[in-house]
């Protein structure tokens, strides 16, 4: 799933996880496998795979899962190879998106991406216009009726962590990148399980529209979610408290 960082947006990820939990798995896969491609099947060696574990291990994939992917990535298991993408668009108000696309099939994904967008309102836009309203940061996100904010806080900070923060019922652990990987292996040394970990592109900023406004642009990023080319929406809308698309 994308990597939202606001409270609300987090709530809505959370309820629809256990149904979405097999394509979630299918877009980590993929991740794992075009990082080992890319850099070799050894974590140590390879940042970007490091990364993508750490990723799937936040989401809880059972570690057979990883290892498959993983060989299928260095060519050991039989895999397919994918591109990447990224497109930059606004929703209707103005609302940013950075949509990012594993495929093994660009022309589809291009065209699938473009009909969304169009049916919802929404168009492409120019490179680096939407990029430059986010930046990088390690989000980690955590059950609240699971562990307190104060249990999960004394080994977050202890990792490198700058903030721990509970709202809605969700532990959030945010950080720099270059400490997300310290933070997480803390975090897992201490044994809490996570609800999801990333390196996620956060909005400097967030863009307020009227309820109507918000559940059309909402649609459109649950319907970029669910196409099986793209791996991550990121965009800049404020979500109102208890919002839901459905």
């Known amino acids: 799933m994308s990597g939202h960082s606001k409270w609300a947006t987090i709530k809505h990820a959370k309820g629809a996880a256990d149904a979405k939990r097999g394509q979630m798995f299918t877009k980590l896969i993929k991740e794992i496998s075009i ?4 850099g070799g099947g050894s974590p140590e060696a390879n ?28 060519g050991e298991l039989e895999g397919v190879n994918y591109e990447e993408l990224t497109y930059e668009a606004y929703a209707g108000g103005g609302v940013g998106l950075l949509i990012e696309v594993l495929t093994d099939n660009k022309n589809r ?30 989000i980690i996100t955590l059950d609240g009726d699971k562990y307190t904010e104060d249990q999960v806080m004394e080994a977050a900070i202890d990792g490198g962590a700058e903030d721990v923060a509970l709202q809605d019922g969700i532990i959030e652990v945010t950080s720099s990148p270059e400490d997300f990987e310290a933070v997480m292996e803390v975090l897992s040394a ?25 559940a059309k642009a909402m649609r459109m990023i649950d319907r970029l979610e669910e ?12 979500v109102p408290e208890g919002f839901t698309s459905e």
């Open 35 to 38: 990082a080992a491609r890319m």
């Open 47 to 74: 940042p970007r795979l490091r990364t993508a574990i750490l990723k799937a291990r936040g989401a809880n994939m059972p570690k057979d899962n990883i290892d498959r992917a993983i060989k299928k990535g260095t």
């Open 109 to 138: 994904a291009a065209a699938d991406v473009r009909n969304i967008l169009t049916r919802g309102g929404g168009e492409l836009a120019k490179a680096g216009s939407v990029s430059r309203l986010f930046r990088r940061q390690g």
């Open 190 to 214: 201490k044994n809490f399980e996570t609800m999801s970990a990333e390196i996620s592109m956060v909005a400097e900023a967030e863009v307020s529209l009227d309820n109507d406004a918000v």
């Open 227 to 238: 196409n099986d080319d793209v791996q991550n929406v990121y965009h800049n809308l404020a």
